[in-house]
């Protein structure tokens, strides 16, 4: 997304004027009326979504005093595109550009942070932030799923049970399940609430619970975690990847996907999105996953690039008994 595409919505998102396009304001200058923004504003500014496909006109305008049409009084009504700005109960509609618009208001806030070490928390900058971060996983593209599944399964193809560590709203899940796994999805509470909607015809099963802390007990021949590490501070990491040791049978595998600093080229700008967006995240070398898997007590470390993938697989086994 252009920045300056993202910049605008966030400003209208902030002015209410997202919000009054999105539901009962049909022209610039209802727009304008409803949320005390310049007659100006409102129609640059839904003229602009209009042309970046948000909305459409309809209808003819108005004329105004000279006979001339009146574009402040054209009509507009949203299109698909829009739909993820008001419809929140199914994460597939969403898509991935209300979360851009979240992460854009914590940028924007990226000073304080930097000041502060502590971002700004999720509903102040979205009431809606955990739909809009499920909106925007969910919305990954297909050929990357297959890409980290087939990795994942190339690690141990025998692996009966999978367990998808914050697993988002499952896109990883159900491609696990389509291929004939028994999977596990655990995420945080909020997190679950969604899927709880999201996957209600998929034989996932969902738990509720913090990645960090506990993982289900043993009995999974796959830990599956991908695009977490990042937004997870070195001992976090260290904490997972040993909660995933104890999760596996003997011979099981580890495999995560993620950036991998000196291994993708935007993997230190990515690491500064994290330092706005988490607490604690970043991305990490080679070096640093390499230890922390062989800490854990895994063996057989490999940390490759895949086609398809914007990132690496970071992979280890549980030793056999």
Same mark, same amino acid.
């Given at each position: 997304?252009?920045?300056?595409?993202?910049?605008?919505?966030?400003?209208?998102?902030?002015?209410?004027?997202?919000?009054?396009?999105?539901?009962?304001?049909?022209?610039?200058?209802?727009?304008?009326?409803?949320?005390?923004?310049?007659?100006?504003?409102?129609?640059?500014?839904?003229?602009?979504?209009?042309?970046?496909?948000?909305?459409?006109?309809?209808?003819?305008?108005?004329?105004?005093?000279?006979?001339?049409?009146? !574009?402040?009084?054209? &009509?507009?009504?949203?299109?698909?595109?829009?739909? $993820?700005?008001? +419809? @929140?109960?199914? *994460? /597939?509609?969403?898509?991935?550009?209300?979360?851009?618009?979240?992460?854009?208001?914590?940028?924007?806030?990226?000073?304080?942070?930097?000041?502060?070490?502590?971002?700004?928390?999720?509903?102040?900058?979205?009431?809606?932030?955990?739909?809009?971060?499920?909106?925007?996983?969910?919305?990954?593209?297909?050929?990357?799923?297959?890409?980290?599944?087939?990795?994942?399964?190339?690690?141990? !193809?025998?692996?009966? &049970?999978?367990?998808?560590?914050?697993?988002?709203? $499952?896109?990883? +899940? @159900?491609?696990? *399940? /389509?291929?004939?796994?028994?999977?596990?999805?655990?995420?945080?509470?909020?997190?679950?609430?969604?899927?709880?909607?999201?996957?209600?015809?998929?034989?996932?099963?969902?738990?509720?619970?913090?990645?960090?802390?506990?993982?289900?007990?043993?009995?999974?021949?796959?830990?599956?975690?991908?695009?977490?590490?990042?937004?997870?501070?070195?001992?976090?990491?260290?904490?997972?990847?040993?909660?995933?040791?104890?999760?596996?049978?003997?011979?099981?595998?580890?495999?995560?996907?993620?950036?991998?600093?000196?291994?993708?080229?935007?993997?230190?700008?990515?690491?500064?999105?994290?330092?706005?967006?988490?607490?604690?995240?970043?991305?990490?070398?080679?070096?640093?996953?390499?230890?922390?898997?062989?800490?854990?007590?895994?063996?057989?470390?490999?940390?490759?690039?895949?086609?398809?993938?914007?990132?690496?697989?970071?992979?280890?086994?549980?030793?056999?008994?």
């Amino acid at each position: 997304m252009d920045y300056r595409e993202a910049l605008l919505l966030w400003a209208a998102r902030e002015t209410g004027v997202l919000e009054a396009v999105t539901t009962d304001a049909e022209t610039p200058a209802e727009v304008a009326a409803e949320t005390g923004v310049t007659e100006r504003a409102a129609r640059i500014v839904v003229e602009a979504m209009a042309e970046l496909g948000y909305l459409e006109a309809v209808g003819d305008a108005a004329s105004g005093a000279d006979g001339e049409a009146d !574009p402040t009084e054209t &009509r507009y009504e949203i299109t698909n595109r829009a739909l $993820g700005f008001v +419809a @929140k109960t199914d *994460v /597939r509609s969403i898509g991935p550009v209300p979360h851009a618009l979240d992460c854009v208001d914590r940028w924007i806030r990226l000073p304080e942070t930097m000041r502060t070490g502590d971002p700004p928390a999720p509903e102040t900058a979205s009431e809606d932030w955990t739909s809009n971060f499920a909106g925007a996983m969910a919305s990954t593209d297909d050929a990357a799923v297959r890409a980290s599944v087939t990795a994942a399964v190339h690690r141990n !193809p025998d692996a009966g &049970r999978v367990l998808d560590a914050g697993g988002g709203p $499952g896109v990883f +899940a @159900k491609e696990f *399940v /389509r291929r004939g796994f028994d999977v596990t999805l655990v995420d945080r509470p909020e997190v679950i609430d969604v899927d709880r909607r999201f996957l209600e015809r998929e034989p996932v099963e969902l738990v509720a619970g913090d990645i960090t802390e506990d993982l289900p007990s043993g009995g999974f021949g796959l830990v599956f975690c991908s695009r977490v590490a990042h937004g997870l501070s070195p001992d976090e990491n260290r904490r997972f990847l040993a909660n995933a040791f104890d999760a596996l049978d003997p011979g099981g595998a580890v495999v995560l996907t993620d950036r991998v600093r000196g291994r993708t080229d935007d993997a230190a700008l990515f690491g500064a999105h994290m330092l706005a967006q988490t607490e604690a995240g970043d991305t990490y070398t080679e070096s640093q996953f390499r230890t922390w898997l062989r800490d854990a007590g895994f063996e057989d470390v490999e940390v490759r690039d895949v086609p398809g993938l914007d990132g690496q697989v970071i992979a280890g086994r549980r030793p056999g008994d």
